[in-house]
């Protein structure tokens, strides 16, 4: 690990400003992801900024009948809250298939949905890779791609992205809430908040520099059945190579979004159009555009099947 400087943060506002005036700061909380990068040298902060101390680290209700779950609210917390047990359950089962119980205690909200992805080759500093370096190549293309996306892939990048509580996120329309190092504030609906590689792998979300999370909000809750279904190569502790999250209505009609398939969770509005048709339609619309490769095909079916189990249990 390089040597970096290091400053707590006294307010949000002081962290963006110092955040946007050094192009190699990094903000940290958990640390979950960014020390372990630290570590293999996939990212080289020459200054880090403690965002602990900031206070945005409750869950309160708002005003329209939702949720507001600040960024700095631990996994292990947002799980077990009454009110995301009780009304947002597809949220709490994502976060429970998610990591190991002691990196939940520390994983936050926002460095949820930040974390990097887990391509081995993103991973090998000795590999090209666009995410790491622009314009070195992706060593994943033609290589080994079981883990790999299959849908909204581009030629500079075929990485998924890892998160459970994401999708779960996406499935139930959340806003990330934000602010900028001028300080101002934005929301940006889930949908948009994550990008498609496109030709700039490396620029994952659309967060500004120096731009921080401070909370993500959830609409009133929308009832139904709340499903999340993870397939991955063994029990805990693995991430997804396929997983569903699911909230179906009494009428079949429902939100669905997929990940472990895609460089973001993966929701389309015409899949979600044929759910109550049934899974084959909805699989049919949600891989529309799918590029997949001869060691990752089985994805294709694999989405097909978990889609089809999770509309089977929703149904009774």
């Not at 699911?246 to 969770?265: E, L």
């Amino acid at each position: 690990m390089r040597a970096f400087t290091y400053e707590r943060a006294s307010s949000v506002e002081a962290a963006a400003k110092a955040a946007a005036s050094n192009s190699q700061a990094r903000f940290i909380a958990g640390g979950t992801n960014l020390l372990d990068l630290m570590k293999l040298e996939i990212e080289t902060p020459t200054h880090l900024i403690d965002i602990n101390g900031l206070g945005v680290d409750k869950i309160e209700g708002t005003q329209e009948g939702g949720v507001r779950i600040g960024a700095l609210v631990r996994n292990t917390d947002l799980a077990a809250h009454e009110t995301i047990r009780r009304d947002y359950g597809l949220l709490s089962r994502a976060l429970l298939a998610g990591a190991s119980g002691q990196l939940r205690n520390k994983a936050t909200t926002a460095g949820n949905l930040l974390q990097r992805t887990r391509c081995p080759y993103f991973y090998d500093t000795n590999q090209p890779c666009n995410k790491r370096q622009q314009g070195s190549g992706c060593s994943a293309i033609g290589g080994f791609t079981r883990q790999h996306a299959v849908v909204g892939t581009s030629d500079a990048c075929i990485a998924t992205h890892p998160s459970d509580m994401a999708v779960a996120m996406r499935a139930l329309d959340a806003v990330v809430e934000t602010v900028k190092a001028d300080g101002s504030r934005r929301s940006v609906p889930i949908e948009d908040f994550h990008r498609l590689p496109g030709d700039t792998p490396h620029i994952e979300t659309v967060l500004e520099a120096g731009e921080v999370v401070t909370a993500v909000t959830l609409p009133p809750p929308v009832g139904g059945k709340q499903i999340y279904r993870k397939v991955r190569d063994r029990a805990s502790y693995a991430f997804a190579l396929v997983s569903v999250g699911a909230v179906i209505q009494s009428d079949g009609t429902g939100q669905v979004a997929v990940g472990g398939i895609a460089h973001k969770p993966w929701r389309i509005a015409t899949a979600e159009a044929e759910l109550p048709r049934g899974a084959k339609s909805t699989a049919d619309a949600l891989l529309a555009d799918a590029r997949p490769t001869e060691q990752n095909r089985f994805k294709i079916d694999l989405v097909r099947r978990t889609l089809g189990a999770v509309l089977t249990e929703a149904r009774g």
